[in-house]
């Protein structure tokens, strides 16, 4: 093992702040033919309040559904997954999913504005005209939007989308921010301008992040920490700790002695996952 991290146990403790997201003991299997199919198996994890945590695994070893369980759009089988310490039952306004298809996620016939206000739209109680027009304002020079606001979706290019949907689910407050490999469908450059961008959003904001990947340096380019995940059915291999300062650079940060010896063990963990 190497020296410069440790890989911790797989039902693992949460880092920085007190657990927002607890998940117990948790199973998800889907009928399939005479018996079920199962998915996840035995899921135990606890993230922290603030903690920017990569989940990565190969495809078909659960990421997506695991996102989705604690989003609350789908429910254990087995097991309980509880949000600052209540039971999740349904989704909630403060566990937004960004989606990695962000063309189905937007609203065609909205303008950038008005897919952002789709959002604010739902709050309660509903913020007058000028508060809602300054926060729109203010989450487009977030994002970057500025400059398009006027613009349909089609108009946009897929990082510009992504960046729009981003939005919207900063429009909802959320203290969690759920994240499906939204940057896989984008070109290089781009990718890596928006890993940026949510790596600030997150420092910024102090809001816990879980990001789904299949990129091993993504993954540890962005997170506190890595939940590295195997398949049939899908099980937490093992919990990297990330040591490497914020905020990070696209370049140094890469060719760091650390990051290298983190790729290096993460990649060991990875090949039962395909």
């Known amino acids: 093992?190497?020296?410069?991290?440790?890989?911790?146990?797989?039902?693992?403790?949460?880092?920085?702040?007190?657990?927002?997201?607890?998940?117990?003991?948790?199973?998800?299997?889907?009928?399939?033919?005479?018996?079920?199919?199962?998915?996840?198996?035995?899921?135990?994890?606890?993230?922290?309040?603030?903690?920017?945590?990569?989940?990565?695994?190969?495809?078909?070893?659960?990421?997506?559904?695991?996102?989705?369980?604690?989003?609350?759009?789908?429910?254990?089988?087995?097991?309980?997954?509880?949000?600052?310490?209540?039971?999740?039952t349904k989704p909630s306004r403060k566990r937004a999913v960004v989606f990695q298809d962000y063309t189905k996620a937007l609203l065609p016939w909205r303008t950038v504005v008005g897919n952002i206000e789709l959002a604010l739209d739902t709050q309660k109680p509903q913020p007058d005209a000028r508060s809602k027009a300054a926060a729109v304002e203010q989450l487009l020079a977030q994002v970057g939007l500025t400059d398009a606001a006027g613009r349909y979706p089609r108009q946009l290019s897929g990082g510009m989308q992504q960046r729009l949907q981003i939005a919207r689910c900063l429009a909802m407050e959320p203290e969690l921010l759920l994240m499906d490999e939204p940057f896989g469908a984008l070109d290089a450059m781009t990718r890596q301008t928006l890993q940026d961008e949510v790596a600030r959003i997150a420092q910024e904001t102090g809001m816990t992040v879980v990001f789904i990947t299949h990129d091993i340096e993504e993954a540890i380019y962005l997170g506190n920490r890595v939940c590295a995940m195997e398949s049939r059915p899908g099980r937490i291999s093992a919990v990297l700790d990330i040591d490497l300062k914020y905020p990070r650079d696209q370049l140094k940060t890469r060719e760091e002695g650390k990051f290298l010896a983190y790729r290096h063990e993460l990649f060991d963990y990875l090949p039962r996952a395909h």
């Open 1 to 88: 093992m190497s020296a410069v991290h440790k890989i911790v146990d797989p039902q693992s403790r949460a880092v920085g702040g007190p657990p927002i997201v607890t998940l117990e003991n948790v199973s998800f299997s889907v009928a399939s033919g005479a018996g079920r199919l199962s998915i996840l198996e035995n899921i135990s994890l606890e993230i922290g309040a603030g903690e920017f945590l990569s989940i990565i695994g190969g495809s078909g070893c659960g990421k997506t559904t695991l996102l989705r369980l604690i989003g609350g759009l789908n429910s254990p089988t087995a097991g309980t997954i509880t949000f600052k310490g209540e039971r999740i």
